[in-house]
């Protein structure tokens, strides 16, 4: 299909380089097409020039003057390649854009030692920044088949490190934008991935979007075609009609979820905006909507989860009630007393010492303050063994409480040990 001009076939040293999104470059706030950013999904850092050309649907000309285009415009590069654009301009990648070109994003903000935040985590936070416009299953750390518990696994250890509330009480500056933008991106991919109907449709988006196995050697000549403005990338007529009914679908599936939304029924809405993105995968609207919705919805299930465990406590179903405070620390990784509940329980119903010592560590990190927290990492410490790591938390706890008496006793055991 030709678009009204041309552009002459790519060098073949730019055919066989990689194409990767800009360092900076924000994929989120550029003006694309669907098409468009069905191509750009595609740019992953090792897919080659001449196999995105292949991508099912596209035609190879189309994607070239897209490609070209995002090089002049500093959107994306190819390392170690000078490209000659169709206009005969030399464009080395990552350098400065020509005069008038659209922008990336800026450039990740400069570390600052003056903030509540460590040099160390700060630059994990840019990198994880970076990093937000990946497959969610590679945005979590899991393979694309990966099962539920894993990927439940991988959300709980991100969401202890990202999760705003980490940093309640602390002077973070420009990361508290980022930490929101991080956790709403990772909450996304976890209810995505972690639903079997909204995880089939992001399988299917991404099977659809792969080239086909004999892509990269099938690259055929394209004609030569003057350089003009370029309009926006198109697809073939049964994709486009294909491409329709998901958008039909999608829209559909987000009026229920927000006409949930306004009754109230949190849960309810949250499925149905869940299944809106995983139709229509480059709809900004609905994703920034799912964040405000899934916040809700988490929040109604925290409450009632932890309802459950109380419940289970107090009918002395430990078991039971050790699993539902675990369950609700998906959602409040960062509530010191649900972490310290969980220590106790894990420590004296689950007998798994490693993972109480971690709740109880989460525990006294978000409240050092706390000498009952001190106390039960003390006495974790103590049943593990580790009689030095024991004593100084058993000693904090008594510096903060002088009249703790349990923290006394178990003193008096270590020190008959």
């Not at 697809?235 to 306004?262: C, D, I, N, T, V």
């Not at 509530?335 to 004296?348: E, F, G, I, S, Y």
Request: aromatic letters at 6%; hydrophobic letters at 40%.
């Amino acid at each position: 299909m030709q678009l009204g001009g041309a552009s002459a076939q790519p060098a073949a040293g730019t055919l066989a380089g990689v194409p990767k999104l800009a360092p900076g470059c924000d994929p989120h706030v550029l003006p694309l097409s669907p098409a468009e950013g069905y191509l750009l999904s595609r740019i992953d850092g090792r897919t080659p020039w001449s196999v995105l050309r292949q991508v099912g649907g596209v035609a190879p000309a189309d994607v070239d003057r897209c490609l070209e285009r995002w090089l002049a415009e500093g959107v994306v590069v190819i390392d170690g390649a000078r490209v000659r654009t169709a206009s005969g301009s030399p464009h080395e990648s990552g350098g400065r854009p020509a005069a008038g070109a659209v922008r990336p994003a800026a450039a990740p903000a400069a570390t600052d030692s003056n903030l509540d935040l460590t040099i160390e985590a700060q630059e994990r936070i840019l990198e994880f920044e970076q990093q937000l416009a990946r497959p969610y299953h590679e945005l979590l750390g899991v393979p694309a088949d990966a099962d539920v518990k894993a990927v439940k696994r991988a959300y709980f250890e991100l969401s202890k490190e990202y999760h705003p509330d980490r940093y309640f009480r602390r002077e973070i500056g420009p990361f508290a934008p980022k930490l929101e933008r991080i956790f709403k991106r990772l909450v996304e991919a976890y209810e995505l991935l972690s639903d079997p109907v909204t995880r089939a449709e992001v399988q299917r988006n991404a099977a659809e979007a792969s080239p086909p196995p004999a892509a990269a050697s099938s690259v055929g000549p394209v004609p030569a075609e003057p350089r003009k403005k370029l309009p926006p990338l198109h697809l073939h007529a049964p994709q486009l009609r294909a491409l329709a009914e998901r958008k039909a679908k999608s829209k559909g599936f987000f009026e229920s979820g927000m006409a949930a939304f306004r009754e109230g029924k949190w849960r309810e809405a949250a499925a149905s905006v869940r299944l809106a993105i995983a139709f229509d995968p480059w709809n900004e609207g609905f994703k920034e909507s799912f964040g405000e919705v899934q916040r809700k919805a988490n929040e109604v299930r925290a409450e009632q989860l932890l309802k459950e465990a109380h419940a289970s406590l107090d009918l002395r179903h430990g078991p039971e009630a050790l699993r539902l405070f675990e369950e609700a620390l998906l959602y409040r990784p960062h509530d010191p007393d649900v972490n310290h509940t969980a220590a106790r329980l894990a420590w004296l119903v689950g007998g798994d010492l490693r993972k109480a010592k971690d709740y109880a560590v989460s525990a006294c990190e978000l409240r050092p303050e706390v000498g009952q927290y001190r106390r039960t990492l003390g006495q974790i410490y103590k049943a593990a063994g580790l009689v030095a790591n024991a004593r100084r938390e058993l000693e904090v706890a008594l510096r903060i409480d002088p009249k703790d008496a349990e923290a006394k006793q178990e003193l008096r055991g270590l020190a008959k040990k």
